[in-house]
DNA sequence: TTAGGGTTAG
């Protein structure tokens, strides 16, 4: 309905006065086409009961049957049979009837031309709404967009004495998260208690992703503690609730105890959010092992399980298996399309990324916002400035597609690796979209690699007026300081550093092996093998010398001398990760490294000397988990 | 006195 409903009705009721009696039925169940009065009069519908010495016959059927008539009149009522329907449900005061109303309340709420302002007045013209009609309203509300009048209605309902039933509760539950109260849903929590439904599992669980959706993993567990028959949805909330929290780790433990403690068996959403873990960790041989469960319990048709693994392997930096997922997959959407691209180009393959999309479209899918974030971001890992600003301006101009932070973050990346770091700066200066703090650091990122001062030091200002500077930033504008030399400004940004108490993140480098995370931090000597460990990187130290590799000391350690640059720099996590690695892998094998922070170029040569040296292939992975 | 609930892809 479109029309303003208060004007349709009133407008309808003056022309149905008197054409209501000449009013026929034409519905998709009543094959009927008597007119209307004669189906039910007035005097008939006030009575809720048969009367059982009246006899039924064809020209005064039995009231009963009337009123299931008009039942069906209104459920499979169309948009101008109901604005009869409404009338004369007025007219004859059958609107106080609580069975009618509530099932004309429904049809209002819940049929195609469902019109929530038209329900509301509906609602209102109801003398005394029992729960029921409460609970109609609010399920309505709480899937439009003023999810918050759900909860007014359920205040309301609790106010006049009414209960809620669980549904209710749960779909109010549902609003509170979409109008991201806290407040409103612990008053319900509260009000589910007084009511009695603490046994009620589906309820309990849309309480735990109310409080997971608000990051307080603890309450949630406490719920799900509280569930006495927890089911697999029960399950995968909880793992959904890790995932979104930064308990990533935990997630794979989760998966594993559903397998073997047999209790709830893992399902397909189950191997949906194992997988999204696995992808932000690395951790490839998880993963795997997840594939094979999802192919043994023949969930592999499923479209978005399929779609995750390619974003999975592609993230893990094993493009053959993200590609062969991609291959076999008789039928690929715009996500599936858009996760091959956007792997190709995480994994260097930025012209094959760009192939792919133009095959995709060839193949007629039609590419959106995500799709052009891959694009673009192909573009700027193999340095194609012009055909990165054709893109962009392909996307809006072709596609109506408006750019949004993540496509100008490209754009910036492109230009600023390009060395066109004043570009850089223009894009986010005039780009339309507020600049958020990542966008700030690619451009910084960029200024550390041209060695450019002045811009780094406007970027670190804008990184403070945003309030979102961190340690890391000040580590970025000091090595972009050394490699210019500017040793006083060190000394004056270390002193600062100090005195406001900012402390860097220790670099922490991950290598998971047979499903097991190992995690390094600098000079670590917390793993069980560290003694094998250190003598190891000691051997390969001296066996990487051997074949010219020479420590990389000029930027990154500047205030220390040579030898103890040198000497603090063979300690850094990566490189203890990746003697570990050489340890415990036979030659030939991958060995695949996560960090938390950026590679310094040290070790990255030390990487590079050591895949000649020790018949590996070695990746790292930029990960904040 | 109706039907209705929880997790999920790039």
């Not at 050394?482 to 006083?488: A, L, N, Q």
């Not at 000394?491 to 402390?503: S, V």
């Not at 570990?580 to 590079?608: M, S, Y």
Request: hydrophobic share 35%; aromatic share 8%.
């Amino acid at each position: 309905m479109t029309q303003a409903p208060a004007a349709v009705i009133n407008k309808n009721l003056s022309s149905l006065k008197n054409s209501i009696s000449c009013f026929t039925t034409r519905t998709r169940t009543s094959t009927t086409s008597k007119p209307i009065h004669k189906l039910f009069t007035h005097k008939t519908f006030q009575e809720t009961r048969p009367n059982n010495n009246q006899q039924p016959t064809s020209k005064n059927p039995h009231p009963r049957t009337q009123q299931q008539n008009l039942i069906s009149l209104i459920k499979s009522g169309t948009q101008n049979s109901l604005l009869q329907i409404h009338a004369h449900l007025i007219r004859t005061s059958l609107l106080q009837n609580p069975t009618f109303s509530l099932h004309f309340l429904s049809c209002l709420c819940f049929s195609p031309f469902r019109d929530l302002r038209y329900s509301r007045h509906f609602f209102s013209q109801i003398d005394k709404p029992s729960a029921s009609h409460y609970s109609t309203l609010i399920r309505a509300y709480s899937s439009s967009n003023s999810p918050k009048d759900a909860f007014f209605l359920y205040k309301e309902m609790t106010q006049k004495g009414l209960k809620p039933d669980p549904v209710s509760s749960s779909f109010v539950l549902k609003s509170c998260m979409k109008f991201s109260s806290l407040v409103c849903g612990l008053q319900i929590h509260g009000r589910i208690l007084g009511d009695g439904f603490q046994s009620d599992s589906l309820l309990l669980t849309t309480l735990m992703d109310f409080y997971s959706s608000f990051a307080s993993r603890d309450e949630a567990c406490k719920v799900f503690d509280e569930i006495s028959k927890k089911d697999t949805v029960a399950w995968n909330v909880l793992i959904s609730c890790y995932l979104r929290n930064g308990r990533t780790r935990d997630v794979l433990i989760l998966f594993d105890s559903m397998k073997n403690e047999g209790a709830c068996k893992p399902d397909d959403v189950t191997c949906l959010l194992v997988v999204q873990a696995c992808a932000n960790l690395g951790a490839l041989d998880f993963g795997e092992k997840v594939h094979g469960y999802i192919e043994e319990c023949g969930y592999g048709v499923s479209l978005n399980l399929r779609n995750s693994l390619i974003a999975m392997y592609s993230r893990c930096g094993c493009l053959e298996k993200a590609y062969g997922v991609f291959k076999g997959m008789p039928e690929k959407n715009v996500i599936s399309w858009s996760a091959m691209i956007s792997g190709l180009a995480m994994n260097g393959y930025g012209r094959d990324a760009i192939l792919a999309f133009e095959e995709m479209q060839r193949m007629g899918i039609v590419p959106d916002e995500q799709t052009f974030t891959g694009v673009l971001s192909a573009c700027s890992h193999c340095g194609l400035v012009d055909e990165g600003m054709e893109f962009l301006h392909q996307m809006s101009k072709e596609f109506g597609i408006e750019p949004n932070i993540h496509h100008y973050g490209c754009m910036v990346d492109l230009l600023g690796r390009a060395g066109l770091l004043d570009q850089a700066y223009q894009v986010i200066i005039s780009m339309g979209v507020k600049p958020d703090a990542t966008i700030w650091r690619t451009l910084l990122g960029a200024c550390r690699i041209h060695g450019h001062v002045t811009l780094g030091e406007r970027v670190i200002e804008h990184l403070i007026e945003l309030k979102a500077q961190e340690a890391g930033d000040y580590v970025l504008l000091l090595n972009i300081y050394s490699s210019d030399g500017k040793w006083e400004k060190v000394t004056e940004l270390r002193k600062f550093m100090k005195e406001k108490g900012i402390q860097t993140t220790p670099g922490c480098s991950t290598i998971e092996l047979k499903g097991v995370v190992h995690n390094f931090i600098v000079d670590d000597i917390s793993h069980p093998r560290k003694h094998e460990i250190y003598d190891k990187l000691d051997e390969i130290n001296k066996q990487l010398k051997i074949a010219g590799y020479v420590a990389e000391i000029t930027s990154e350690l500047h205030d220390l001398g040579a030898e103890e640059k040198a000497h603090a720099l063979s300690y850094h996590s990566e490189k203890l990760a990746l003697a570990f690695g050489v340890l415990a892998t036979p030659p030939g094998t991958t060995i695949r490294v996560t960090k938390n922070l950026r590679i310094c170029v040290d070790c990255h040569n030390f990487a590079k000397f050591l895949s000649g040296v020790y018949n590996r292939k070695c990746s790292f992975e930029f990960r904040v988990e």
